[in-house]
């Protein structure tokens, strides 16, 4: 098939160019390998096609020399101004069957961009090649664009230097300088810009060598080269491995007594067109090639010297005139540097600012801004992952009599070492940090162990030896562990510094965990007496009534009175979520009251409806034993006819029977002057003596519902039972039994002799005028469970 007019005019241009199957050159390999270590790709190429192939003239993590023109994902870049890009091969119909991509090199992702020779026409590509699909943009190509136009001018540089007088091409000076601008400006890739720039140098001049780098300064104003970039210079086994080095970490020019150093020290070009007689040569690494010629040029910015150029190995050496000719370009290099110099301070100063912010400048650890930071970070990842975070607040014990005895030296040495210490006990990611003095707080991550915590005191234990001394501490830690403490981080360093006070009070040297039980208790003790006073108010609290049943006459002998609290938000809560938390306050007294008062009012009820029921009454402890109790008791019972305060049993807890046993004894001496009845309830827990419960004045035994609820499993709760009724018997005190749930315990209990009973076998406590019509409705317990009224 005949050739297009436009592409035998473009093979006959790169023809006329002869760079088709030459050596490898470092000017283009340089380029390449830029390219590629800006973008992080597999294969970077300077392709050439002719008529049949593509050809690399460069090439960086590839073998291949060339491939047939067919395959070519150039020869579809060349046909077009802008980067021609394919992200994914497999996905692009013109590709996806492609030998390159089906096999090796697996071709999956490829940008290129045009390369035009001196005449205009499109010999080739700077391509960059992955074998995994990439997602880049036109604009994410600038650099490669950039490359492009070196490799550009390199070729132009070339096909001129037959004609040229051996001066910098002015238009290529131009580019040069407006590519060194756009590449400080557009990359972050500090050693690809040096790497673009000394490209740039050496096209413009035809060296075969050279470098560009930062002069610094030491502390005694001492010049040395920190080089930014350098020609590959890896032709020898000594060189490869300093290559390498320079690649890896930089490389540093130091001495000052060669040609580099000269310039260094004056501040002036250097040249040097017969190297090998010249007296100041010298400081070559070992291999590398021959120099025949040199220039050292300085780069300033103001009156400063701020970088070095040195460029070597020019076709008919170096004149003076190219310092000045590339001047514009140094200049504009040197303004660059500058640039970058005080952003670089900048940022350093910002760094040392967020350092002092967030960093305890004696012990360099996070300080308590960078520990709550640290911290959420934890607690974050914590609710991610479903784990834990400890939190161990320290404080050292007799940190302050070290101070007090040695000075602020030796206990800044001493908070130095713990910290370093506490360090090294941790894992890599937990965290140790100093807020202030002599506290220290570990965040420690998915503790399974408590012998963690151990570890930590045991480092603080271990004697510090500082100059002549040798000193003894101690720690106290308290620990809280999240989300067994469900709070937030300013609220588990608190419960941890309290944690750490309760170990200070029970003698130091020992860890101690945070109280959740008791902290709850208190929260919850809190919220109730904020509320309680508006519940008793409002009359939000309620009687429930659950019934007695008589066993030996088949009948509902009475009621417990039980209190419900009608919460406006939580419902309706039983006693236990809020009675003890009144206790040996003012509302007690008030519950109380209003407790026995509407007992009262319930059997008034009763005997005008000649019912015989009895209402029993929880006593509160507190309430029971102030100095205001039998006054109390007096007004309301003083309502009741005397022949029926019999009815009226207050329930009393054996516990607090025993509280204050002459007091008690008197108040119940009292109390059965006013004809009331009195119950010891939860009988079998409080351990009173025999002595004691043969004296007590109460008429009524409540077996705890613990002892009833196991004594169909258990042999010895079953004895505790028997002996319960038998001792009441002898004492004549007649025995209810609480918590009666099933009809084996009905049953148990009757055979028993058991006197009473109640529990939910029967009925659960109810609103008042539902218990009454249950009571009316009452039928005994049939054998079969289900005919239980």
């Not at 098939?1 to 030459?22: C, F, H, Q, V, Y």
């Not at 419960?495 to 309760?502: C, E, I, K, S, V």
Request: proline share 4%.
């Amino acid at each position: 098939m005949p050739l297009a007019p436009i592409e035998r005019r473009r093979l006959a241009a790169l023809e006329k160019l002869g760079i088709l199957d030459t050596p490898p050159e470092e000017r283009f390999d340089r380029l390449v390998r830029i390219a590629r270590q800006f973008y992080g790709v597999k294969t970077a190429l300077f392709s050439i096609l002719d008529d049949e192939r593509q050809w690399f003239k460069s090439k960086d993590g590839l073998d291949a020399t060339e491939t047939p023109r067919s395959v070519a994902f150039c020869d579809y870049a060349i046909r077009q101004d802008k980067a021609f890009i394919v992200e994914d091969a497999t996905l692009d119909h013109r590709f996806k069957s492609n030998p390159l991509v089906t096999g090796h090199p697996n071709i999956r992702f490829y940008a290129g961009i045009p390369v035009r020779e001196p005449s205009g026409f499109k010999l080739g590509t700077l391509c960059i090649i992955d074998d995994h699909p990439r997602r880049i943009s036109e604009i994410d190509l600038d650099v490669l664009r950039t490359l492009a136009s070196v490799i550009e001018d390199e070729l132009e540089s070339a096909y001129l230097a037959g004609s040229e007088d051996g001066g910098v091409v002015v238009s290529h000076l131009s580019r040069a300088i407006q590519r060194a601008q756009n590449v400080f400006l557009t990359s972050d890739n500090e050693r690809a810009a040096f790497e673009l720039m000394l490209s740039d140098l050496l096209s413009l001049t035809g060296s075969q060598f050279g470098f560009i780098g930062e002069v610094m300064r030491r502390e005694n104003g001492t010049p040395y080269l920190k080089v930014g970039a350098i020609t590959n210079i890896a032709w020898s086994p000594e060189t490869q491995a300093l290559f390498q080095q320079v690649e890896r970490r930089g490389m540093l020019f130091e001495r000052l007594d060669n040609l580099l150093g000269v310039a260094l020290v004056t501040g002036e070009v250097v040249l040097a067109n017969s190297y090998d007689t010249d007296s100041r040569r010298g400081g070559l690494p070992p291999g590398h090639p021959p120099i025949a010629c040199y220039i050292g040029l300085p780069v300033y910015s103001g009156d400063e010297l701020i970088g070095l150029v040195g460029l070597a190995n020019r076709a008919g050496g170096y004149q003076p005139k190219i310092a000045d000719e590339l001047a514009p370009l140094l200049q504009t290099v040197g303004t660059l540097l500058e640039r970058r110099r005080l952003y670089e301070e900048k940022r350093e100063h910002q760094v040392s600012l967020e350092q002092a912010a967030n960093f305890d400048s004696l012990t360099g650890l996070p300080n308590r801004r960078r520990l709550t930071e640290l911290f959420d970070q934890e607690l974050n990842e914590a609710r991610q992952r479903k784990g834990s975070v400890a939190v161990c607040f320290i404080d050292l014990d007799g940190f302050k009599e070290v101070n007090d005895e040695h000075g602020h030296s030796v206990g800044d040495a001493v908070l130095k070492s713990i910290a370093e210490r506490l360090k090294a006990t941790v894992r890599a990611h937990d965290v140790i940090a100093r807020i202030g003095g002599d506290e220290f707080v570990a965040i420690l991550r998915d503790v399974d162990n408590e012998r963690v915590y151990s570890r930590l005191l045991e480092a603080i234990r271990q004697p510090i030896s500082y100059r002549h001394f040798v000193l003894h501490l101690s720690g106290s830690m308290g620990v809280t562990v999240y989300p067994d403490d469900d709070v937030d981080s300013d609220m588990l360093l608190r419960h941890a510094d309290q944690a750490m006070y309760a170990a200070k009070e029970a003698g130091k040297n020992a860890y101690t965990i945070f109280d959740l039980k008791s902290h709850f208790n208190r929260k919850e003790r809190v919220r109730v007496l904020e509320q309680i006073g508006r519940a008793v108010s409002n009359k939000e609290l309620e009687l429930y009534y659950q019934p007695k049943i008589d066993f030996k006459r088949r009948v509902v002998e009475g009621f417990e009175a039980l209190i419900r609290w009608n919460h406006p938000e939580d419902g309706v809560l039983g006693p236990g979520s809020f009675l003890d938390h009144i206790e040996y306050t003012e509302y007690a007294r008030a519950v109380g009251n209003m407790v026995i008062n509407e007992g009262v009012d319930r059997l008034l009820a009763f005997a005008g409806e000649n019912l015989n029921y009895s209402v029993s009454v929880n006593l509160s402890p507190s309430h029971f034993l102030s100095q205001f109790f039998l006054q109390d008791l007096t007004d309301a019972v003083e309502r009741l006819p005397v022949s029926i305060r019999h009815r009226l049993i207050l329930e009393l807890l054996e516990t607090t029977a025993m509280d204050d046993t002459q007091v008690v004894m008197k108040t119940l001496r009292d109390c059965r002057n006013l004809e009331v009845e009195l119950s010891l309830d939860d009988f079998g827990t409080g351990y009173s003596s025999l002595d004691y419960f043969r004296k007590l004045p109460v008429q009524e035994i409540k077996i705890d519902r613990s002892f009833v609820s196991d004594m169909l499993e258990d042999s010895d709760a079953e004895s505790v039972v028997n002996a319960i009724l038998g001792l009441s018997n002898s004492f004549r005190r007649r025995v209810v039994a609480e918590g009666i749930e099933t009809q084996g315990m009905h049953e148990r209990l009757v055979a028993l002799g058991c006197n009473l009973g109640q529990g939910f076998y029967y009925a659960r406590p109810m609103r008042f005028n539902d218990a009454l019509t249950w009571a009316k409705a009452f039928a005994w317990p049939a054998s079969n469970p289900d005919s239980i009224v």
